[in-house]
């Protein structure tokens, strides 16, 4: 898994320009590579609210991210099949233990309809501010 995650850094921080990786991780232009996974009200531990106090929707285009200011908007994009989608983010996630295993972000279940199927689980995606 690591080699495939470092094959998809490089075409990652080739795309979203060379000058994003200088920027501090709490930045919202940047990028960031790792693993995506969706996330649904049905879901044990999902609250009726976000981190910032929205009423969660599944069918909003919204993110749980750490490190980047709520509201931010970012493009999401699928490394396996160049499929691509903007999110806003306004939660926090994914949890910690998740996210040392390579996950930055969750997406709503409508946001990862737009760049996968949710039966995939977990795909590998790239992250550029906007």
Same mark, same amino acid.
């Given at each position: 898994? $690591? #080699?495939?995650?470092?094959?998809?850094?490089?075409?990652?921080? +080739?795309?979203?320009? %060379?000058? @994003? %990786?200088?920027?501090?991780? !709490?930045?919202?232009?940047?990028?960031? =590579?790792?693993?995506?996974?969706?996330? %649904?009200?049905? !879901?044990?531990?999902?609250?009726? &609210? /976000?981190?910032?106090?929205?009423?969660?929707? !599944?069918?909003?285009? &919204?993110?749980? *991210?750490?490190?980047?200011?709520? $509201?931010?908007?970012? #493009? *999401? /994009?699928?490394? +396996?099949?160049?499929?691509? =989608?903007?999110? #806003? =983010?306004?939660?926090?996630?994914?949890?910690?233990?998740?996210?040392?295993?390579?996950?930055?972000?969750?997406? &709503?279940? @409508?946001?990862?309809?737009?760049?996968? !199927?949710?039966?995939?689980?977990?795909?590998?995606?790239?992250?550029?501010?906007?």
């Amino acid at each position: 898994m $690591n #080699r495939f995650m470092a094959a998809f850094a490089f075409i990652a921080a +080739v795309s979203c320009g %060379s000058a @994003a %990786s200088a920027q501090p991780p !709490d930045e919202p232009v940047g990028h960031r =590579v790792g693993l995506a996974s969706w996330y %649904s009200r049905t !879901d044990p531990g999902v609250k009726k &609210t /976000t981190a910032n106090m929205e009423k969660f929707s !599944d069918k909003k285009h &919204t993110c749980a *991210v750490w490190g980047l200011p709520f $509201n931010s908007r970012v #493009r *999401v /994009t699928n490394l +396996v099949n160049g499929k691509s =989608v903007v999110v #806003r =983010v306004n939660d926090r996630g994914p949890a910690k233990r998740l996210a040392r295993k390579g996950r930055i972000i969750d997406l &709503t279940k @409508a946001a990862f309809l737009e760049i996968a !199927d949710p039966g995939e689980g977990l795909i590998p995606i790239k992250i550029c501010g906007l």
